[in-house]
């Protein structure tokens, strides 16, 4: 592989839809300096004016959500988020990864939406698209901030993640699950470091997801295992060791969705996909097309994180045996939202 970007997942910068202008590489001998070259983090600050947002999707196991970060320097390649970042005029592919979106009013903005005359308390999703413990939130600690809002108010919440930094908060999550507020999953893809390595760069290692998972289970934290997504002929068959490791390390639950390539990345996943696996692109690529209608994107409700048909099937079978295995009467407890207490505390600020 010709100046393979390491640390990046993205290989290259993907056209923005909403821009007319772009970069091309079509003439090579014109360019006076390389047009990829790997970037460093840049950082965007966000005065943002609402944090909660309402989801809407049938086929979402939540209601609301909240992202500290927009775009996520873990760089998976596979990153559904990705598509969002053109919103802001940048890439999905290497901008994703490097440039970051933070919002540093969002415990200030929760605890106004949660102080609404009208709020009645359901769980919140913490984050819903990019991962709300990526590396720089070891500086800006917004999610800390977060989890003491939730804590003040005795609000429910959910979160997910695959980076260790989680453990920082034990002290908040040990107290909110006192009272059954708070549910974590872990996101395990894949036990294969050289895969891991390539897919997720700059993620914890699978070692220390595992460790995480055991370090919030002796707490008492409820924490269950989100295997995704699961990518025909890369992870599939890592359905029951992942599911045993998880269980063996104290997971409660676990979940699974199929992987499914909308707007650009498709672009970056096939690109990648013939950087790192061309002996087996074919397979994985026609794989993924036969899951989703014959296209690897898919917005239909019910397929979309599914996927259909034989091959689709197998994984959902083999899926729920193992869970049948190592998880059977293991289960999250359920929320208790009758602790939220809305009026007579101070704010944090």
């Not at 969002?106 to 009645?120: G, M, N, R, T, V």
């Amino acid at each position: 592989m010709d100046e393979y970007i390491k640390g990046r997942g993205s290989q290259i910068k993907t056209q923005n839809r909403f821009l007319k202008a772009g970069y091309v590489t079509e003439h090579i001998e014109g360019l006076d300096e390389p047009l990829m070259e790997a970037p460093t983090t840049q950082i965007f600050y966000e005065q943002a004016k609402k944090i909660v947002n309402k989801v809407t999707s049938p086929d979402l196991g939540m209601m609301y959500s909240l992202n500290p970060y927009q775009g996520c320097e873990h760089g998976c390649i596979y990153c559904y988020a990705r598509n969002t970042h053109e919103y802001y005029g940048f890439s999905a592919g290497l901008d994703f990864e490097s440039k970051i979106m933070v919002k540093k009013n969002a415990p200030q903005l929760l605890e106004k939406f949660i102080l609404h005359s009208d709020w009645q308390p359901v769980p919140i999703a913490v984050s819903g698209n990019t991962d709300c413990y990526q590396p720089l939130e070891r500086k800006f600690q917004i999610t800390r901030g977060l989890l003491k809002i939730f804590a003040q108010y005795r609000h429910p919440l959910g979160m997910i993640t695959k980076n260790s930094l989680i453990l920082r908060d034990l002290d908040l999550l040990t107290d909110l699950s006192q009272e059954n507020l708070v549910h974590v999953y872990i996101s395990l893809t894949t036990l294969d470091e050289d895969l891991r390595r390539m897919m997720e760069p700059r993620t914890a290692s699978a070692t220390k997801r595992l460790k995480t998972i055991e370090a919030l289970a002796k707490a008492g934290v409820p924490v269950g295992v989100m295997t995704a997504p699961i990518i025909p002929g890369l992870n599939h068959h890592e359905i029951p060791s992942l599911l045993k490791a998880a269980a063996d390390h104290g997971a409660l639950a676990a979940g699974m969705t199929i992987v499914r390539l909308n707007g650009a990345i498709g672009q970056l996943f096939e690109d990648w996909l013939r950087k790192n696996f061309p002996d087996r692109f074919d397979k994985v690529w026609n794989q993924i097309s036969a899951m989703h209608g014959g296209q690897v994107n898919d917005s239909q409700f019910g397929r979309r994180m599914t996927g259909e048909g034989n091959f689709a099937e197998t994984i959902h079978q083999l899926f729920k045996a193992s869970k049948k295995k190592h998880l059977t009467g293991r289960h999250m407890p359920p929320y208790d939202l009758s602790k939220f207490r809305k009026g007579g505390n101070l704010s944090l600020f």
